[in-house]
T-cell receptor, first 112, second 113 residues
Framework: KAGVTQTPRYLIKTRGQQVTLSCSPI?????VSWYQQTPGQGLQFLFE???????NKGNFPGRFSGRQFSNSRSEMNVSTLELGDSALYLC???????????FGQGTRLTVV | LAKTTQPISMDSYEGQEVNITCSHN???????ITWYQQFPSQGPRFIIQ???TKVTNEVASLFIPADRKSSTLSLPRVSLSDTAVYYC??????????????FGKGTKLSVKP
């Protein structure tokens, strides 16, 4: 079956802009979670959605937001981009919770 | 929130057994321990998950002592293709608003011929 699909794979944005990343989970998976990965901080949890509701949120500023649609597809938005937002953004899906999650290949965001 | 600590790097040779330990103080009652493997330019791949004692699947074993303040991932007879970064994850989403997941910094395993 198809895996988790993230689009786009690569993105270059300018400071101050906003960006929207997309994630299509594995069919039947209702939980979608997002992560930021950087060389300095490693993997950090952003938030998790389950059945269109944000169920949990990590320690990121309000500039980072997300949503989930009725078909479980999810989007993540980052407003007022900063240079430090440059990272690999990963999405993962699972049936019920994120600990047995399947990850996408990520979106590489570069802020210049 | 549980904080996790794992070795930054480990070296091994093909055919050896590799044990990677993760310390997770303040682990909560509801927390599970999960290990992921990540290759460059790919998302992490689920390896194994456990709550207590020992769990084994076709690729690894996970040992968790009674106090659950640490866990050890055991990879039997590693090969060159096991060279990757291994992450320890503590937590679970129960639906509450205070849920969070803590990843370790990752252990870079290098397997040599």
């Amino acid at each position: 079956k198809a895996g988790v699909t993230q689009t786009p794979r690569y993105l270059i944005k300018t400071r101050g802009q906003q960006v929207t990343l997309s994630c299509s989970p594995i069919s039947g998976h209702r939980s979608v979670s997002w992560y930021q990965q950087t060389p300095g901080q490693g993997l950090q949890f952003l938030f998790e959605y389950f059945s269109e509701t944000q169920r949990n949120k990590g320690n990121f500023p309000g500039r980072f937001s997300g949503r989930q649609f009725s078909n479980s597809r999810s989007e993540m938005n980052v407003s007022t981009l900063e240079l430090g937002d440059s990272a690999l953004y990963l999405c993962a899906s699972s049936l019920t919770g994120i600990t047995e999650a399947f990850f996408g290949q990520g979106t590489r965001l570069t802020v210049v | 929130l549980a904080k996790t600590t794992q070795p930054i790097s480990m070296d091994s040779y093909e055919g050896q057994e590799v044990n990677i330990t993760c310390s997770h103080n303040n682990i909560a009652t509801n927390d599970y321990i999960t290990w992921y493997q990540q290759f460059p330019s790919q998302g992490p791949r689920f390896i194994i998950q456990g709550y207590k004692t020992k769990v084994t699947n076709e690729v690894a074993s996970l040992f968790i002592p009674a106090d659950r303040k640490s866990s050890t991932l055991s990879l039997p007879r590693v090969s060159l293709s096991d060279t990757a970064v291994y992450y320890c994850l503590v937590g679970i989403f129960t639906g509450g608003s205070q849920g969070n997941l803590i990843f370790g910094k990752g252990t870079k395993l290098s397997v040599k011929p």
